[in-house]
């Protein structure tokens, strides 16, 4: 009789497993992956819709701590340290907990992340660290509470965070500059010319001593004149410019426009051209 019981339980379980039906979810999950600088980012969150509801002040109270979402803990990730709020935050994983109020939001990176909700008990010592984000209203409404990393460039970005009409935003900066020294040192105790190339559009892009950006241009391009590269003397004729040698930009341009012409790059012409007819080559 138990040994009955017994197979009628398992069909009864097994039955019930196949006849599960996947529906979508109230809240969906969402996960966004960005690179800011050398630095990954990864945000992994659920998304909750107003449904007709007032938002702010309502379903999430000022003044109370919020899980930010729906569901698990709203998590952000960082493949290296960075800095929030002037507070150096370790390399590894954060949930994200915020107290909105009307005029402004209290953001906190709590090292915890394995919450469902907000903590049972809060922990002081588990926050990484804590900013005060001033609320932008926004001329429409988003449905959906929405989180993005935006503002980009290669030192930082700012974490958004968008529902109702409400926006609010904190930056995150990056190690970019120390990560790029560090590579630049390394590869020039053997630099190769996409080593000097890069270094040097590096220290163009982000106004670093344009002395050492003209030297190592200038390298890339002697080890690669026997097949001249139209992007690397493009790059060499901004650098010269900046430097205050307009002779030797308008000479580097000039072969540019030329490379470019032969290979049919058709960018590349216009840009050289634009930049001859500035310096008064053209």
């Not at 002037?86 to 954060?94: F, I, L, P, Q, R």
């Not at 200038?218 to 205050?244: C, N, V």
Request: proline share 4%; aromatic share 10%; no cysteine.
């Amino acid at each position: 009789m138990k040994k009955l019981l017994l197979i009628a339980l398992v069909f009864a379980v097994s039955f019930t497993v196949n006849a599960q039906v996947e529906t979508p979810q109230p809240s969906p999950f969402s996960k966004v992956e960005q690179k800011v600088g050398l630095t990954d980012v990864t945000l992994e969150y659920s998304r909750p819709g107003m449904k007709g509801r007032t938002i702010f002040g309502d379903l999430v109270p000022y003044g109370k701590l919020w899980r930010t979402g729906a569901n698990k803990n709203t998590m952000i990730t960082f493949s290296d340290d960075v800095m929030i709020g002037g507070k150096e935050v370790k390399a590894g994983s954060y949930a994200i907990f915020t107290t909105p109020n009307e005029s402004s939001w209290d953001v906190v990176f709590y090292s915890d992340t394995e919450n469902w909700g907000t903590p049972e008990k809060w922990d002081d010592n588990k926050v990484a660290a804590k900013v005060k984000s001033e609320v932008m209203k926004m001329p429409m409404k988003m449905e959906t509470f929405t989180m993005i990393l935006d503002d980009l460039s290669n030192d930082s970005a700012t974490l958004g965070m968008l529902w109702e009409d409400v926006y609010v935003g904190v930056k995150i900066e990056v190690p970019t500059a120390e990560k790029v020294s560090a590579n630049i040192e390394k590869a020039m105790s053997g630099p190769g010319a996409a080593d000097y190339y890069s270094s040097a559009v590096y220290y163009l892009q982000e106004g670093k001593n344009i002395d050492k950006a003209v030297m190592w241009i200038d390298k890339a391009i002697d080890m690669t004149k026997d097949e001249p590269r139209f992007w690397y003397l493009r790059q060499q004729s901004l650098i010269h410019a900046k430097a205050g040698n307009k002779d030797a930009a308008i000479a580097a341009a000039k072969a540019s426009l030329a490379a470019a012409e032969k290979a049919g790059n058709t960018d590349y012409v216009k840009m050289n051209k634009a930049s001859l007819k500035e310096w008064g080559a053209l």
